[in-house]
């Protein structure tokens, strides 16, 4: 089923494996990042050398991207999978910074812009939303409050195929209990 950018799918590795094999009723949850052709003709994309098309590219698309745009990963896992050096990838980082594309804090990442093209306000997306906040370390969760316009993901309506659709005055005071547990969540972070 495809929710716009993002699509996810469950696979059964049984049908695949042997049926001893300790994979045979595993379910893996996959994520697919829906890259539009217009994106190599983007006036930034364009101005970027090959190898800074690619890390940018990888930065939008890695296993580890997730609905609040922020997620930790190391310099060497970048260089394993995409086999830039580490001179390449610090300079290419510091170039997203200072362009302000990409903000990095340690070894975590933050895509910018990217809450402009994925809403998801549901209820079930803003419960998703909460379980990634809470995981952050205190400090990156303040780093990731002063970049971010943290109402991004929790307004009291959802987009479904470029649609605004109401949401039930039930689900708007259950998303509005949740936004509130969201913000309240950063402020405990703060201490």
Not at 38 to 65: A, C, G
Not at 97 to 102: E, G, P, Q, T
Not at 145 to 152: A, C, R
Not at 165 to 179: H, W
Request: glycine share 6%; charged share 25%; hydrophobic share 40%.
């Amino acid at each position: 089923m495809s929710l716009g950018i993002l699509e996810t799918h469950f696979i059964d590795f049984g049908q695949w494996v042997s049926p001893r094999s300790p994979l045979s009723r595993v379910y893996f949850f996959m994520k697919t990042r829906i890259i539009e052709t217009k994106f190599w003709k983007d006036p930034y994309i364009i101005t970027l050398t090959v190898e800074e098309r690619l890390l940018y590219l990888y930065f939008l698309t890695n296993e580890r991207v997730n609905i609040i745009q922020c997620y930790e990963i190391t310099d060497r896992e970048i260089s394993f999978d995409t086999g830039l050096q580490g001179g390449l990838i610090g300079a290419s980082k510091k170039k997203f910074a200072v362009d302000k594309k990409i903000a990095f804090s340690k070894n975590y990442v933050y895509l910018l812009n990217a809450y402009r093209y994925e809403n998801y306000t549901g209820e079930l997306a803003i419960k998703g939303k909460i379980k990634l906040l809470n995981q952050l370390p205190k400090d990156i969760l303040e780093w990731y409050k002063t970049i971010t316009p943290l109402q991004g993901g929790l307004k009291g309506t959802i987009t479904i195929n470029n649609k605004q659709e109401a949401i039930s005055k039930d689900i708007v005071a259950r998303t509005a209990e949740l936004k509130n547990r969201a913000h309240a969540i950063i402020g405990n972070k703060r201490k």
